[in-house]
């Protein structure tokens, strides 16, 4: 075997470089690319939407931020369920998630299933005068 052969069997074999901001503990399936548009999230348990923000995203999930007073601020119940529904509003879609980790704020989620479009709000009925 020549050492030209040798260099390319063993550049075959590197691989592919890391994106800078990914760590050797970077356990992702999906590359992730920051984010940082809101969305909501809702579940059966909680009485009104809970606003976070994206912080990033991938195919198979997010980094969400919410802030730990605002469940109570909004009047919902304090606990965030371990899967809900997250309304994307700048892609007009919804994706079920479950969550993955949580730590000071913030929440890893998975996404459960492809997402879909956002329901189309009703008009508001008009009362009679």
Known sequence: MTSQQQVKIETMRRPEPKPAFA??????????????S??????DSIDIPMPCLVCDISASGARLYMHECSANLLGAKASLPPSFTLALRADRVEVDCAVVWRKLGMMGVRFLAPT?????????AVAAR
């Not at 760590?23 to 940082?36: C, E, H, I």
């Not at 809101?38 to 579940?43: D, Q, R, W």
């Open 116 to 124: 879909r479009p956002l329901p189309r709000r009703q008009p508001m």
């Open 23 to 36: 760590t050797d503990s970077d356990r992702r399936y999906a590359p992730r690319r920051p984010s940082g």
């Open 38 to 43: 809101t969305a909501l999230i809702s579940a």
